[in-house]
């Protein structure tokens, strides 16, 4: 059974105050301005929602407004989804001005549920909002009670008492069916749950049954976290509000060391953590720092944060203090028996790790921009190797050994080869020209060329306003345009892909390029373009 | 070790004061981040050694080649016109080394030498590369290409490449890599004049790279002569190949080996000088043009490693 927690939040800016002029916040729907909510005062004044705003105005002349601002309101719910996070990680957007709480296992650390539900709305109430809540076994009662109720908590087993004297709207149902409801006199819940159920069903849809098991706990429904619910959590809380960097990161080093326990009894370790920092006055804030390699070492975890806040110092706006810090293990990964650091050596070592170094870089610039150069078993040359973040590659996925193969056999790697074959090569005569450039302009640059017809080298070319002329040049290189892959191929244009012709030239300074001519003169087009792809050393 | 000999046989109280003395000319050349000549024929006396405290710099200069960790101090070009130039055989593998080229389109040669010193490096020593490339780097001169690199002797599986967003990272990324004594080499990829790196920038670098012996190598492309703390600081521009061979030649020959125009514009361990070579890939070793094959001109006097105009660069003049 859920404990729910509902809180009913009137997104509408209010302000607090005993003398308020009367407010209302209005949407045009149609050609009508409606009035969307409405303050106490303008409520006092006998204003309703859904009045009409030129009416409002005619029958309280000082009647302030203000459009309606749905993208702010969400935002707002959003940043309040977020400070509810204190009471348990699985909180849930309800409609444009609810929040649904999952408070299943964490009531007893507020003392309970009651204690919890008064905590919640007397801090709510404080940062200005008008809250109404309660708390129930299943979210459809929960909402009931919260939005149509007095009762704040449904003791386990009372949803059938607390919901009979509920009007029907309460259960959420379609409009239509509540009109047809309230014309042949059922105006309450209570009415509904003493009647059979097969012939409300009948005559009403099967939904409102549904909505009815759902709100006693026959059906169970499952509510949907913004997130979802971390892996290991260690949090504290602070009597007094603390703003320093250092002492943040005190914190954290010890929370760490709370998480590391938890790691290992779970033999895991962290790939990415969160840090959520709650401010005093409703804010949090969150900061997200992932590593190449499970991790749990108290101090690196602490130092990749620290890395973090240094370069973001928005991130660390203190203002009066957070009262509350937490850190999370988001996702975890299998780490079996590490080394605990234990000497002066050992942390020297430490130093010279590289996964470590990865992981500083990575928190600081984004673990996306530290990458590994990945073979790929491709076609066109610029496909053939890709740059690929670090922290997803597995050591034993980043070898060169072999690459190649039959698109140039004479790529090899002056480690690998053994030494009867490198014997072998070396008594080839002739040496192997240097057949792919050491860099790649990609998107290969168009240039200016002229060339013997039909499939000469080129002879002179401009490329970046600047005239080259060819002194030697080798090739062609025919790259056919990859059949089997269809139109993927095609550039951006929508043309089909073109057999590419390769040239290595030299200029008359010592400049060697790699150029290619794109169709086969006509055959595939009447005019030919050159493109300028690579750079030789 | 004469000198060193020498001390020891003098009377006490002389000793003292060469000792003295022999430990200022020491802190002298520490904070001037060069190697005293005579401190590196005499074993450092271990005193001083000790007394210099934090100062790393010194920790290495009085050590043979090759005897701590069994890592290499120097590296050999194995081509005698690159190798003579040092005080000692070979490139200082725990400094800073910059190849820079004047005119941006000239990348090709200036990646091409700072990579075959790289491959050189990477053969001597074992880890991994932290590449570093400014993100104009990319833009301007095209990115790393495995299969090419793969084929000039570098193992692509040992690079890690880093694209910082600005400047100020960059040179942070480095000095990070520079730190970890695990890496083979730091490598770092500037495009033009940049205001942050400048002196106090590459000195950083490269009192991190003497303390954590991580060669650090950087390549600035399209620079003029921007101040720099660098040990060595060689200029490139690319230079015609010779062709593979005689007879297949006509109005186009095909293209030979890799070679390029090293100009040693900066040398504070050594004598600056320039020359020609070329990169044979194969064996993954500098080789040097050899002149009855058709060099062309002005390339002739670069078998003799002329000394460039002195002034600028006297500071590191050998003797």
Known sequence: MDRILRRLNAAAPHKAGDVEPPFAVASRTGNVHRLVSLNRTARALGLKRQDNLADARARVPHLLVEDVAPSQDAALLERLADWCDRYTPLVALDGTDGLLLD??????????????????????????????????????????????????????????????????????????????????????????????????????????????????????EPISPRFAAPLVVAERRFFEPIGLVEDVEAVVFSLAGQVREALERRCEGGRAFELALFRVDGAVQRVVVGTSRPLRDAKRIK????????????????????????LAVVEAQEATGQQLVLSEEGAAQADADLSGLIDRLGARLGLDRITRLLPMDRHLPERQTEFVPAALVREDAVSWVGFGGADFGLGRSEHETSPSLEAAWQELPLELPLERPLRLIDPAEPVDAVAMVPDGPPLRFRWRRVLYKVVRSEGPERIAPPWWAGNIDADVSGERATTRDYFRIEDEDGRRFWLYREGLYARETTTPRWYLQGVFA | MLIGADVHQTSPKGAHQRDRLAELRRRIADLEGRLPLDAQLAPAPVSAAAKQGPASLGDGQGIPDGTRDHVPLRLRLDLPVLDAVFQREGLRLDSLHEVVGRESRDCGAVSGFALALLARVMRARSGAVLWVSSPQAGRENGRLYGPGLQQFGIDPARLIVV?????????????????????????????????????????????????????????????????????TRWCVTPHTSRPPDLEHRGPHEAVGRSGWRVTLTRNRDGRPGNACVEWNHETGQFDAPARSLALVSGSAGGQDLAPVERGRTAQGWGR
């Open chain 2, 163 to 231: 694209f910082p967003r600005r400047m100020e990272e960059l040179l942070w990324g480095l000095e990070e890599g520079a730190r970890c004594s695990g890496l083979c080499a730091v490598f770092g990829e500037v495009q033009g004049v940049s205001r942050a790196l400048d002196l106090t920038a590459t000195r950083r670098l490269l009192l991190r790279a003497q303390t954590s012996r991580v060669p650090v190598i950087l390549m600035r492309n399209g620079v003029a002569d921007e101040p720099t703390a660098a040990l």
């Open chain 1, 103 to 220: 408070i299943t296992g964490c009531a007893h650390l507020f003392d309970g549920e009651e204690a919890l539900l008064v905590d919640a709305l007397s801090r709510l109430k404080q940062q200005g909002f008008v809250v109404q809540g309660a708390v129930a076994d299943t979210p459809v009662a929960a909402f009931a009670v919260a939005r149509f109720g007095e009762g704040r908590c449904v003791a386990s087993g009372a949803e059938r008492a607390a919901l009979s004297p509920l009007p029907i709207e309460a259960l959420r149902v379609d409009v239509d069916v509540v009109r047809a409801l309230n014309r042949v006199g059922l105006p309450t819940i209570g009415a509904l749950l003493d009647r059979p159920r097969a012939p409300l069903a009948n005559r009403f849809g099967l939904e409102l049954v549904r909505r009815l098991d759902l709100a006693l706990g026959h059906e169970k």
């Open chain 1, 303 to 326: 130092a990749l944060f620290a890395e973090k806040l240094k370069v973001d110092e928005s991130v660390l706006d203190a203002g009066y203090g957070y009262d509350l810090i937490r």
